[in-house]
Nanobody
Framework: QVQLVESGGGLVQAGDSLRLSCVAS????????MGWFRQAPGKEREFVAG????????KYTDSVKGRFTISRDNAKNTVYLEIDTVKPEDTAVYYC??????????????????WGQGTQVTVSS
């Protein structure tokens, strides 16, 4: 049974830093590119960042470049998303997902095979 479990969300103040984690089990982690998505209230789920199987390649949506960093530790079956200088517009549920087909993770949700349950990030101004 494949499980992706996110953690690290919570209530933070604007300007703080945050690191989200996603631990994978039940799959061969190195066979999957990994991605992070987020969904704000009343909005569609959007791609945030993706990382290749070995972690050597990454990509980001334009709105988070320079503030978000995706990384992975294959020895721990874990993918991370670091957020610097959080903003109120970063408030959303953040999801990690596993993609066995693309190189650095697809930008559409349909590219992914498995999803976590999400972790809520709320940024107060």
């Amino acid at each position: 049974q494949v499980q992706l479990v996110e953690s690290g969300g919570g209530l933070v103040q604007a300007g703080d830093s945050l690191r989200l984690s996603c631990v994978a089990s039940g799959l061969t982690f190195t066979s999957y590119a990994m991605g992070w998505f987020r969904q704000a209230p009343g909005k569609e789920r959007e791609f945030v960042a993706g990382i290749s199987r070995r972690g050597s390649n990454t990509k980001y949506t334009d709105s988070v470049k320079g503030r978000f960093t995706i990384s992975r530790d294959n020895a721990k079956n874990t993918v991370y998303l670091e957020i610097d200088t959080v903003k109120p517009e970063d408030t959303a549920v953040y999801y990690c997902a596993a993609d066995r087909r693309t190189f650095v993770g697809g930008i559409t949700a349909t590219s992914y095979d498995y999803w976590g349950q999400g972790t809520q990030v709320t940024v107060s101004s």
